[in-house]
Every structure is written in structure tokens, then in C-alpha cells.
């Protein structure tokens, strides 16, 4: 199988956004990186074109968006100290809006590099 090469991917795991990644792609994944380090060689190698999740989880259970929107909205209710969390792979504009959501609940807000 030929596998296409792309020079020059940036890489939005951790938020350096690494640019001088190289990867080696078989149409359906990325099956080879250069230069990404380790994490952002386990997020290009993890990801593929199948989807594998519903569009939303409440309980670990599918649910609507609208079912789950509703579960965030009373789980940020009744917390005392509500943590927005994550935002590795993010767009700034969602970024931007976590931290509204943040300010607007009283919360505190982290990412994952914190680890
Ligand atoms: S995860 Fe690694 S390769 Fe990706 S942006 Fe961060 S430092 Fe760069």
C-alpha cells in the first residue's frame, strides 16, 4: 500500500502546536510520525476516519446533544467549585468559551498540561 507523506503537519495536542511534523498516512490513518514527541505521536497514531463515539454520552450512556446539554447545565448548578478542564485539541474560539463558562459558573479552569 502507498502511503502519503505530509510535510509540515502541526500538531494541536498539547498547544505548543509543534509545525515541522512529518506523517505517514495509508488513507484511512496515520500509521508513521517524525519529530512529534510523545504524546503528539500517540494522538496522530490513535486517530482515524471511523467514528467511534455518539455525539454525546450522559452517564456513559448515548444520549441526544440537548439531553446532554441538559446534564452539564444541572451538573455546573448545583457544584460549589465547578473545573472546566481538558481543552488539549481545541479551537481558540472554544477555548474562549470555556473560559466564559468558567466565569459565569464561579468555576476554575485547567488544562491538561497541568499534569
Ligand atoms: S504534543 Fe508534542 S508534538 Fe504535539 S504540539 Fe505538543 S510538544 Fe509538539
Known amino acids: 500500500m502507498e502511503l502519503t507523506v505530509t510535510k509540515h503537519a502541526t500538531c494541536t495536542f498539547c498547544g505548543c502546536v509543534c509545525d515541522d511534523i512529518e506523517l505517514h498516512s495509508d488513507g484511512t490513518r496515520v500509521v508513521e510520525t517524525k519529530a512529534a514527541c510523545i504524546l503528539g505521536k500517540s494522538w496522530f497514531l490513535n486517530h482515524d476516519v471511523v467514528r467511534h463515539y455518539p455525539d454525546a454520552l450522559v452517564d456513559g450512556q448515548e444520549a441526544t446533544l440537548g439531553e446532554a446539554i441538559e446534564a452539564a ?19 481558540c474560539e472554544a477555548q474562549r468559551q470555556a473560559v466564559t463558562l468558567a466565569e459565569m459558573t464561579g468555576g476554575i479552569i485547567d488544562s491538561h498540561t497541568s499534569l
Open 73 to 91: 447545565a444541572n451538573y455546573l448548578y448545583e457544584a460549589d467549585l465547578p473545573l472546566v478542564y481538558g481543552l488539549s485539541n481545541t479551537t
